[in-house]
């Protein structure tokens, strides 16, 4: 856990020193970081604001939930399992809800009683992207602006 908690440290300081070379307009967007673990959360976050991102976070679904109420954001990523309204609950809400608001399901894995996985049941909710826990923070980055592309091509429109 310690030398994963290091590795991850060294890529944030690499990738902190990439994002110096070339932040563009995707950056400076509102992203809604809704995770339960702490560490998890503090790591994504810093890792998000050194991209160029500006990012709130929630613990929970319930919490996700009044934060959208009262504020704008261009991209949730959210944890699926999590207490209080886990986040396949949070997708169809925001789906529901906010159906222009992008979502990002991650996981560790796992599925309903060896049916489908909770990632493509993400997907099947809403969800636009899912990434697999533990985060590459390349393949974070490149899914969060394939997203956020797609929405200002369909803006051009």
Same mark, same amino acid.
């Given at each position: 856990? +310690?030398?994963?908690?290091? /590795?991850? !440290? ?5 990738? =902190?020193?990439?994002?110096?070379? &070339?932040? @563009?307009? #995707? ?6 970081? #809704?995770?339960? @673990? +702490? %560490? ?8 998000? *604001?050194?991209y ?7 613990? @929970?679904?319930? *919490? ?7 504020? =704008? &954001?261009?991209?949730? !990523?959210t944890?699926? #399992? ?7 609950? !949070? %997708?169809?809400e ?5 159906? =222009?608001?992008?979502? #990002? ?6 599925? &309903?009683?060896?049916?489908? @996985?909770?990632? /493509?049941?993400?997907?099947? &909710? ?17 899914? %969060? ?5 797609? *929405? %200002?091509?369909? *803006?051009?429109?």
């Amino acid at each position: 856990m +310690l030398q994963t908690c290091f /590795q991850i !440290l060294y890529v944030l300081l690499i990738r =902190h020193i990439e994002n110096q070379l &070339f932040k @563009d307009s #995707i950056m400076e967007k509102n992203i809604l970081l #809704i995770e339960d @673990d +702490l %560490i998890t959360q503090t790591l994504l976050k810093d890792m998000l *604001e050194d991209y160029g991102f500006f990012v709130f976070t929630a613990s @929970d679904g319930n *919490e996700g939930t009044k934060m959208m109420e009262h504020n =704008h &954001f261009d991209l949730v !990523l959210t944890d699926i #399992i999590m207490p209080e309204k886990e986040g396949l609950q !949070l %997708i169809r809400e925001t789906k529901w809800r906010w159906p =222009h608001l992008k979502v #990002i399901a991650m996981s560790t894995g796992g599925s &309903f009683s060896g049916g489908p @996985d909770y990632l /493509q049941t993400a997907k099947d &909710f809403g969800a636009v992207a899912s990434i697999v826990k533990p985060i590459d923070s390349d393949n974070l980055l490149k899914t %969060i602006r394939s997203v956020l592309d797609s *929405e %200002i091509q369909q *803006e051009a429109y």
